[in-house]
């Protein structure tokens, strides 16, 4: 060789990846260089790992700001990853030339910072709720965001150009294509594989048309790339003249930082050449590779450098997942289909036909009925197609049209899953213990293994009794790292019981996590004292009641005793402070749930008791006036605050006192007049259910709140606290004749000009009941209350009102009339005729 071996990739791709391992064989370089941070360097044998399993990422973060991060992820048909191994294999010196993370980060901050300003509204235009949001985000970490390593996007003509075009894509055109993907799958990933497979290869020459139709010239390159030839660096050789080409027509593309890049690139790779000699080789951007050959000084170089910002790095190994390479996952050199570049790669002959393979396994474990026979035509499907759309091999774009058709029965259903688990794949790397990592992530890695809860990428439910010591101790360290916003598990509700006993988790785990365990480091250097220093922050820095009470909640599931005291003293604090009943009662529950846990925990909350329950006490109290003059949004609220509370003081320590309280509360709710309906009904509700309200008494309350002279909207309001929601009030007017009749009796009355302003309200009640319930109230109406049991009444009968008038009782009530009125009998007489 004259010069350094410039191999030009486009990353992740299982063809540039084997050009790049037959490019090395050929010319045994005397050391290799890798686009990536310099920062690295240190970490490159751990790649010749036994443990190291790609997909992999080298994770860098600044050190006073953990959230500030990048990723640069390999594969294992990533080229880097391939030069990398082969280099370790061979003793052959490699180094990362890219321009060290230490700038990279900085840069990034300051450009975000720029858009930041730009986006930002004059303070006479911004609302102080905007401006809330804004000092909100200033506070927050930024999140992690993949180091793009991907060809830029370019823009004709430099920055003043709009227009962005895809260098992939402008070479696809030249070829006659219109997809990019499907052109560099046939010019380079499918070389190695069309070569292993010669009945089925085709000349791509023919395929497409219109090549060259804009008006804007294109670099005549494809025939290049096409005509490879026996020399493993033919391809690498005729990619470079097709990117300077386009370096050439379009400059840095709008990207200035790629130049500060190159220079770094170049000042390095002089350094190697005067260390190994002329005969290094680079891999890096196929983009990079005009820059990285042409003339230029030393001085230039240091002058697009010199004034960088910086900031203290640290750098380790994580773990990858074939998902978070795709490119919906917002990585910016992604890829659409990652598990199918890394069958291309792995398959050692036949990929066709190993595919269709994997496809048929996968359907099979879903209990679809796929046999050999499938296979064998699916595969002979996507050979047809190839061929009549000129491609060298079957792509995924014909063996999925061959899977539809042949395996899936025209279906796109089990499609999805093939995508999701084959295309995609959950496949998730693995990382040496010698990797370096914060203390917080060995002792997280501990904790893992001592339980065996693996971190997987696929997602999956794990169900926990907690009688069991290791299921406990499971439970207690997702809470903690929930607590510290390390979101690897969700609870979510069980499937098999209800009982404190049990507890569902729905656990994933995802590269990103790695980032939020750096930052949570801050905190302490193990879980456990991590947990507790942030809730005890927590605690201090709570504004709100109900944030203090589910940070107590919170401290008990994940068993943080040391974090107690000090959240039982802001609790007291602010609870001694907090004068809204809204707050109370929105604090209590969390409350009465955390008495609940510590129960089954075994945990000492006699102080929280305490607590509990002067908050319960309090509540009783003021609620019946916070109850009075609400709107609908502010009645509504309070019905919430309503079960809740109720709930609660059921599972306090002083149940039966406390009961006996609440009881006379919800009585005094249901017979006040002043307080909104929705109100009155639910107090009634829970009165009837908890067994203080006898039926005859529940239902003189709904004749009442039902009678002519109450506003439909009320009426409506009182049904809907009453008998609405997931609270059983649908079979509770299948089994009450006297209930129903009067709901039918109400709603048949009321006027035409306010039926359309109570029906949201009734639609919204009797929505929420089964199928079933509303079909037999249906029932039920249509043949009248005589069909539950019992006569058939003009009207209903209950207590204290019946068919017909009482003369007698009427009578009564004169004299209190002309009392009122102040006239005689005479002038009574006269009223009544």
Not at 140 to 152: F, H, I, L, T, V
Not at 216 to 238: I, Q, T, Y
Not at 312 to 338: F, Q
Not at 370 to 393: K, W, Y
Request: with cysteine; glycine share 10%.
């Amino acid at each position: 060789m004259t010069g350094p071996l410039l191999l030009g990739v486009r990353h992740h791709g299982p063809g540039s990846a084997r050009a790049v391992r037959a490019a090395l064989e050929a010319a045994l370089p005397p050391a290799v260089l890798i686009e990536g941070p310099p920062e690295g360097d240190a970490l490159l044998a751990l790649a010749a790992d036994e443990q190291m399993r790609p997909p992999v990422a080298l994770l860098a973060h600044a050190v006073d700001d953990p959230g500030r991060a990048a990723f640069w992820p390999l594969a294992e048909f990533s080229p880097e990853w391939v030069a990398i191994r082969w280099a370790l294999a061979r003793g052959v010196p490699v180094r990362f030339i890219d321009l060290p993370a230490a700038h990279s980060l900085a840069l990034a901050a300051e450009e975000e910072a720029r858009d930041a300003d730009a986006a930002r509204p004059e303070p006479d235009e911004a609302s102080g709720a905007d401006q809330a949001q804004q000092d909100q985000a200033q506070r927050e970490p930024a999140p992690a965001r993949p180091e793009s390593a991907e060809e830029p996007v370019l823009t004709p003509g430099g920055e003043a150009s709009g227009v962005r075009i895809d260098p992939i894509a402008v070479l696809a055109e030249t070829a006659g294509y219109d997809d990019p993907e499907r052109w560099w799958e046939d010019v380079i990933e499918h070389r190695g594989s069309a070569a292993e497979a010669p009945s089925r290869h085709a000349s791509v020459s023919g395929a497409g048309s219109g090549a060259g139709s804009g008006d804007e010239p294109r670099p005549e390159v494809a025939p290049a790339l096409r005509s490879h030839g026996a020399d493993p660096r033919a391809p690498f050789v005729a990619l470079g003249e097709a990117m300077a080409a386009l370096r050439e027509m379009y400059g840095h593309g709008g990207h200035e930082r790629d130049l500060a890049r190159e220079a770094h690139m170049r000042i390095q790779l002089r350094a190697a050449r005067k260390e190994f000699g002329d005969d290094v080789a680079v891999v890096c951007g196929a983009w990079h590779v005009p820059a990285l050959a042409a003339k230029s000084t030393v001085a230039a170089d240091k002058a697009l450098l010199k004034g960088l910002p910086k900031v203290k790095t640290e750098m380790t190994w994580v773990p990858w997942t074939h998902r978070r390479l795709a490119r919906h996952s917002g990585y910016g050199a992604g890829i659409d289909s990652p598990g199918w570049y890394g069958h291309l790669f792995g398959a050692p002959d036949r990929p066709v036909e190993r595919w269709m393979t994997k496809v048929a396994g996968l359907l099979r474990d879903e209990d679809r009925m796929v046999s050999s026979a499938h296979v064998i035509e699916a595969v002979r499907l996507a050979d047809t197609l190839a061929a009549m759309r000129g491609r060298p091999l079957a792509g995924l774009t014909e063996t999925t049209d061959a899977i539809r058709a042949v395996m899936c029965d025209g279906s796109d259903v089990p499609l999805d899953l093939i995508r999701d688990r084959l295309i995609v794949g959950d496949v998730l790397g693995e990382v040496p213990d010698a990797a370096p990592a914060v203390p917080l992530q060995r002792d997280l890695s501990r904790l893992q293994r001592s339980l065996r809860l693996k971190p997987e990428a696929l997602e999956r439910e794990l169900d926990l009794d907690l009688r069991k010591e290791t299921d406990t101790a499971k439970s207690r360290l997702l809470h903690r790292l929930r607590l510290l916003a390390i979101g690897w598990g969700e609870p979510v509700t069980g499937r098999g019981s209800t009982g404190t006993f049990r507890e569902s988790w729905r656990l994933r785990w995802e590269p990103e996590l790695f980032v939020r365990v750096a930052e949570a480091g801050v905190w302490g250097t193990t879980v456990l004292s991590a947990a507790t220093a942030k809730a005890e922050n927590r605690a201090v820095a709570a504004a709100a009641l109900a944030d203090v009470t589910a940070l107590a909640e919170q401290c008990l599931l994940a068993e943080l005793p040391d974090a107690l005291p000090v959240v039982m003293k802001a609790l007291a604090d602010r609870a001694a402070l907090d004068t809204d009943v809204g707050h109370l009662a929105q604090a209590l529950p969390a409350l009465a749930r955390s008495l609940r846990y510590g129960d089954v925990r075994s945990t000492d909350t006699a102080a929280l008791g305490e607590v509990a329950a002067g908050l319960a006490e309090r509540i009783c109290v003021g609620l019946p006036p916070a109850c009075a003059g609400l709107d609908a949004d502010g009645a509504a609220e309070m019905r919430g605050h309503l079960d809740g509370v109720h709930t609660a003081i059921g599972l306090l320590p002083k149940a039966r006192e406390l009961g006996e309280r609440w009881g006379s509360v919800l009585h005094r709710l249901a017979a006040r007049d002043t307080v909104p309906g929705v109100i009155r009904g639910r107090a009634a509700r829970l009165l009837l259910d908890d067994g203080r309200l006898a039926e005859d008494e529940a239902a003189r309350l709904m004749a009442l709140a039902l009678s002519p002279g109450t506003p439909p909207a009320e009426a409506a309001a009182w049904i809907e606290g009453f008998v609405g929601g997931a609270s059983g009030g649908g079979m509770l007017l299948v089994h009450d004749e006297r209930l129903l009749t009067l709901v039918d009796t109400w709603l048949t009355g009321v006027p035409a000009n306010a039926f359309t302003d109570v029906l949201p309200l009734l639609r919204r009640t009797f929505s929420a009941y089964e199928s079933g319930v509303r079909r037999t109230l249906g029932e039920l109406v249509r043949r009248g209350p005589a069909a539950a049991s019992g006569p058939v009444h003009a009207a209903p009968t209950m207590p204290g009102f019946g068919p017909g008038l009482d003369e007698s009782r009427a009578d009564a009530v004169l004299p209190v009339l002309q009392l009122l009125l102040g006239i005689d009998d005479n002038d009574l007489a006269g009223v009544a005729r």
